[in-house]
């Protein structure tokens, strides 16, 4: 087979309704190999296109209505008057709904005579499953289709979509179906056409919100871009949300657009961690549906294990041809998302959830504490290793397969233990013990615990090079300290692990010229030899990396290296339109006077979109 190409996303236009979501060319027709309507972990159409006598529209404008809206703006000149000024002009508004796509398309002329042309709209059907889309070898299912005149129906095994239509009529002509919509339009005149789109796919394992969340800050007295992106990500969050049909009222945050549109237990946990500002309601229903799905039983071929939360949650198998990834449908391959839970239930209770909310959940924490310190028992340390070798080979945040390498570019083996995992494991067990004492429980072993893995990693951990002392990113199998300086760092401040005074040194490095691109925290240092300004974990800036390392520097009280690191955010989100991608580029800002795209980012990103409140909150002194 030839390779495929993972297809680019940093040009196109999305709107959401999660789990639907439309990709488009900023014209509004879907022929990239990213465009096309998708719902759930399936691409219904693959095409969309519209001709007015045969010729395309010529595209003027988009303009984004918020998440789940966006307008397009063409002129007709093939049909217009001869004039220099175009006269006639095709409005287009795209509505993604959950399960739904609506479109209006409003021809307003000024033309001195009657305008009477045919508009044909064309939808090309698809039902590839979305990780073919994404390997870039999606190909087409076989269908068939019902067609009667205003409405038509097409198929593919069980999954089905249903096209309808206020004026004009439906065909079947050349593996598409067409609509043929004949128009008149007279002097300051208008013609409105609304078509739409209803797909059905009855094995999808999570569905819509059952309501819109209605979040919203108060941006009072803060910078206008803060302001802007605050707003965008609230309203990218609400389109993220997702429950599970068994309780519909339990939502959590889907981990983005357009590949992760599920469950992921580090994504979902952090978003809902950062959004506790805003709402402890979705920290609290993220808490539960990940403990139902908690460990049970000891499983190497999904990574399962007693207390363990998970990483993921599909319909079907996740299966990457030629690179040796085959992941179960509920996949627990994750070294943080256990400690990251406990965080989470930690800080959800002292931002006020209901106690007899967190009171159901402290068997989970129990089971969770007890994952952890088994985890942790053989050589002191929270680590991971692919047990069946058809799983994920690093099993941090940073999740590539090159993401842990040495100074000198060498790639770390495994069993790893990343730093940053000890830090959150440290902070689980301090905060889980004042949760346990409130709750009538014995904290004092887990405040033990953490004493004893504090003393454990500053013995460890620490290394020397060109660049200062810092904590390496993770001891390898050896229990060597791998030696390149990271953004995983930033991720200790604020969680005890270490003191304050290699605090504030931590944060002089993330602060300093290697590391902070302008517009963010670099993932890796630009003195390393690996570093890549276009490498996933290897240079890039990820807006969420670099929010909780400003959290953490604001918790340490170095609010002058926070307030830098927000700026930069700050930068890049204006770069981006106010909608932060999952990454862009680590270029600096004195190379590139804009933040530069990674082509193959998802956005929205939950993650990326709770940045901005984080820095909103770091912005008013929280």
């Known amino acids: 087979m030839t390779p495929g190409r993972q297809p680019f996303l940093h040009d196109a236009v999305i709107a959401l309704h999660a789990p639907t979501q439309a990709w488009s060319r900023p014209d509004g027709a ?79 002329s000024v033309v001195d005579r009657e305008v009477a042309a045919v508009l044909r709209l064309v939808v090309e059907p698809d039902f590839a499953p979305l990780q073919e889309v994404k390997s870039g070898h999606g190909r087409a299912a076989a269908w068939t289709a019902d067609v009667d005149g205003a409405s038509a129906v097409v198929a593919s095994g069980d999954a089905s979509f249903a096209l309808s239509t206020d004026a004009g009529t439906w065909s079947i002509e050349d593996g598409s179906l067409v609509l043929e919509w004949p128009f008149t339009v007279g002097p300051d005149g208008t013609a409105v056409l609304h078509w739409g789109m209803r797909v059905s796919d009855p094995g999808l394992v999570v569905q819509a919100a059952a309501h819109r969340a209605g979040w919203a800050v108060d941006t009072t007295g803060v910078d206008g871009r803060l302001a802007r992106w605050a ?13 599970f049909p068994d309780h519909p009222g339990d939502d959590f945050l889907a981990a983005g657009a357009p590949w992760f549109f599920t469950l992921f237990g580090r994504d979902s946990l952090w978003a809902a961690r950062m959004m506790l500002p805003v709402d402890v309601g979705i920290a609290a229903s993220t ?24 990483h993921e949650l599909r319909a079907a ?42 009171a159901e959940l402290v068997p989970n924490l129990r089971a969770a504490l007890q994952w952890i310190a088994a985890a942790a028992a053989k050589d002191g340390f929270l680590s991971y290793f692919d047990r069946n070798g058809k799983g994920l080979s690093n099993q941090g945040w940073k999740d590539s397969g090159d993401s842990i390498q040495w100074r000198d570019g060498r790639l770390a083996k495994g069993p790893i233990a990343l730093c940053e995992a000890q830090g959150y494991a440290h902070e689980a067990a301090a905060g889980a013990a004042d ?34 002392r810092y904590p390496a990113i993770a001891l390898d199998r050896d229990g060597q300290a791998v030696d390149t300086l990271t953004s995983n760092i930033g991720h200790l401040l604020g969680t005890g692990i270490v003191d304050a005074a290699d605090e504030a040194a931590i944060a002089r490095l993330l602060a300093g010229e290697s590391m902070s691109s302008g517009y963010g925290v670099r993932t890796m240092s630009s003195g390393a ?94």
């Open 529 to 622: 030899a690996g570093f890549w300004p276009l490498s996933y974990h290897g240079g890039a800036v990820w807006a969420h990396d670099s929010a909780i390392i400003a959290h953490g520097m604001a918790r340490a009280g170095l609010r002058e290296e926070a307030a830098v690191v927000v700026e930069g955010l700050l930068h890049a989100a204006e770069g981006f339109g106010f909608r932060m991608p999952e990454l862009h580029a680590g270029f600096s800002r004195a190379e590139r006077d804009r933040p530069v795209p990674y082509p193959a980012a998802c956005r929205p990103q939950a993650w990326s979109a709770t940045a901005a409140i984080t820095c909103l909150q770091i912005a008013r002194g929280a």
């Open 30 to 108: 879907m022929t990239a190999p990213i465009d096309g309507l998708f719902h759930g972990d399936r691409r219904f159409a693959r095409g969309l296109r519209i001709e007015v006598e045969g010729e395309a529209p010529e595209a003027i404008a988009t303009s984004g209505r918020g998440a789940r809206t966006v307008g397009f703006d063409a002129v007709l000149r093939g049909v217009d008057d001869p004039s220099p000024d175009p006269h006639l002009r095709l409005g287009r508004e795209r509505t993604v709904g959950d399960g739904t796509l609506a479109e209006a398309l409003t021809v307003a």
């Open 287 to 310: 808490l539960r549906v990940l403990a139902r799905l908690q460990g049970k039983a000891d499983n190497a071929e999904t990574e399962e294990e007693p207390g363990k939360i998970a």
């Open 317 to 358: 198998p996740l299966r990457v041809s030629g690179g040796g990834l085959d992941l179960p449908p509920l996949y627990y391959g994750t070294v943080d998302a256990t400690a990251l839970w406990v965080c989470l239930l930690v800080d959800a209770w002292r931002a006020g959830m209901p106690r007899e909310e967190v």
């Open 435 to 468: 949760l346990l004492d409130a709750f009538g429980g014995d904290g004092d072993q887990w405040r033990g615990w953490a004493a004893r893995l504090r003393e454990r990693f500053n013995e460890r951990f620490w290394v020397e090079t060109p660049e200062g």
């Open 231 to 243: 707003a965008t990500a609230l309203d990218d969050l609400d389109a993220l949300r997702l429950a």
